[in-house]
Each structure stands twice: as structure tokens, then as C-alpha cells.
């Protein structure tokens, strides 16, 4: 579980790999080893959210990020 409090951003995996940026932040969070595989599966989504050591972290998800919307918004933590 994270916190909402935390949570700076939820990104659909297909939209930002699909512009050079995107597979670049990809492909450094991955070497920098922020990112942590919680989909199991292929991610659909993955969320950044703030780290009081490095900043940030992202975890990726295997549920679309309209769905994480739905439970970030229906949800009380």
C-alpha cells in the first residue's frame, strides 16, 4: 500500500515508452534500480511516488491506470 500523500504520479506504460523520453526515464530508473516490478506480469502502469532517501521510486502495476484512479479516488487509507 502507499500512502495517497505520496503518490506523485500514475503513468500508463504504453503511452511514455512510446516517446524517446519516456523509454529513456524507463531505462534510467531501471540501471538507478528506483523502480520496483509489482505487476508480476507485463506492467500496464507503473507509479512514482516520493522517497524521503532518493527522492523518488516507481513501482509498476499490472492494473491500468484508470483503475488505479478508481481506487485511489474510492478509497479511504
Known amino acids: 500500500m502507499i500512502p495517497k ?3 506523485i504520479a500514475v ?3 504504453d503511452n511514455v515508452t512510446a ?3 519516456g523509454a ?4 534510467m530508473i531501471q540501471e ?8 508480476g506480469l507485463l506492467p500496464k ?4 511516488v516520493s522517497d524521503k532517501y532518493n527522492g523518488f521510486k516507481v513501482f509498476t ?5 484508470s483503475t488505479l484512479k478508481k481506487r485511489l ?5
Do not use: A, G
Not at 502495476?61 to 491506470?65: A, I, R, Y
Open 19 to 21: 516517446t524517446k523520453d
Open 32 to 39: 538507478d534500480k528506483i523502480i520496483d516490478d509489482m505487476s
Open 11 to 13: 503513468c500508463d506504460m
Open 61 to 65: 502495476s499490472s492494473l491500468n491506470t
Open 73 to 77: 479516488y474510492t478509497r479511504t487509507y
Open 24 to 27: 529513456t526515464f524507463i531505462n
Open 5 to 7: 500523500r505520496d503518490i
Open 45 to 48: 502502469s507503473f507509479i512514482i
